[in-house]
């Protein structure tokens, strides 16, 4: 997606600009599969770093190896700032990532994400609660997992 319909993809659930950004920023933690940035790396010039893009090429094909994992950023382990930081190197892994990073509205926030960890950790655990408070399943509507990768 691009920037504004990540914005209106967030509004539509109640949530804002900061809240998209914030959240975004769990993607400090883990991977994802080669199928989700090829597009990125091969075919996007302007928004990516060169070198980072030829890194990723290395164990992402242009054609096959769709499950090939890389990290979302560098500490995939650590909630850290380093996806933001990445951003504005442009070495965002995914497209609608780098798209808070890209001239848009949501600069300003990535700017200050990257350089102040306990804003972040603020604003994404205020988020984290708005978002958990959307249509929440009570009573018999849910299940809770002790396992979710698993069905109860």
């Known amino acids: 997606m691009d920037l504004s319909s990540l914005i209106n993809n967030f509004k539509n659930q109640g949530l804002n600009e900061k809240d998209l950004v914030a959240l975004s920023g769990g993607h400090t933690l883990g991977f994802a599969q080669c199928f989700t940035f090829r597009n ?4 996007e010039t302007n928004s990516i770093d060169s070198k980072f893009a030829k890194q990723r090429q290395s164990s992402c094909p242009r054609t096959g190896g769709d499950s090939n994992l890389a990290p979302l950023d560098q500490t995939p382990s ?6 933001f ?13 780098q798209e808070l990073f890209s001239g848009g509205r949501t600069d300003n926030l990535v700017n200050t994400y990257s350089t102040n960890p306990w804003i972040f950790s603020k604003d994404f655990a205020n988020s984290m609660i708005k978002m958990g408070n959307i249509k929440p399943l009570t009573g018999n509507q849910g299940q809770i997992r002790v396992n ?3 069905l109860n």
């Open 78 to 83: 650590f909630f850290d700032t380093k996806y």
């Open 40 to 43: 990125r790396i091969y075919n």
């Open 85 to 97: 930081i990445n951003l504005v190197a442009k070495k965002g892994l995914l497209h609608s990532d």
């Open 148 to 150: 979710c990768r698993k």
